[in-house]
């Protein structure tokens, strides 16, 4: 067992993860975040400190078709949606991180539909 709580232990791991993966203007960074109500993901461009594209349950574009759906199809929706405002602006490869959560669930869901939407990563 880990003397680490599991917020401590997520950021260790999304430290050690974001050491080696960085965004470009040509691949720019897939983040994903998840709180307890809320699914977020974002193309980050990190050489040039700049939010490409973002979209998140939250979303007033996407809110209205989230009602009467399950958590995992509305993470799937949010990533088919980042891919596709990711190719209105002409990028077609993105780098994934899953900031220290399992690649599982709602991660893994945002990540499908992220390539349903036209991303490759």
Do not use: W
């Amino acid at each position: 067992m880990s003397n680490f709580s599991k917020t401590a232990r997520r950021k260790k791991i999304r430290l050690r993860v974001r050491k080696k993966i960085t965004g470009t203007a040509e691949r720019p960074r897939l983040c994903v975040f998840k709180s307890s109500k809320h699914v977020y993901a974002q193309l980050i461009d990190d050489q040039a400190g700049v939010t490409i594209a973002a979209s998140s349950t939250l979303s007033k574009e996407l809110k209205d078709s989230f009602s009467e759906k399950s958590k995992m199809e509305v993470a799937e929706m949010i990533g088919k949606y980042i891919g596709e405002k990711a190719k209105e602006k002409g990028i077609t490869k993105a780098v994934f991180d899953r900031s220290g959560y399992k690649y599982h669930g709602i991660v893994k869901n945002v990540a499908e539909g992220a390539r349903k939407g036209g991303l490759q990563f």
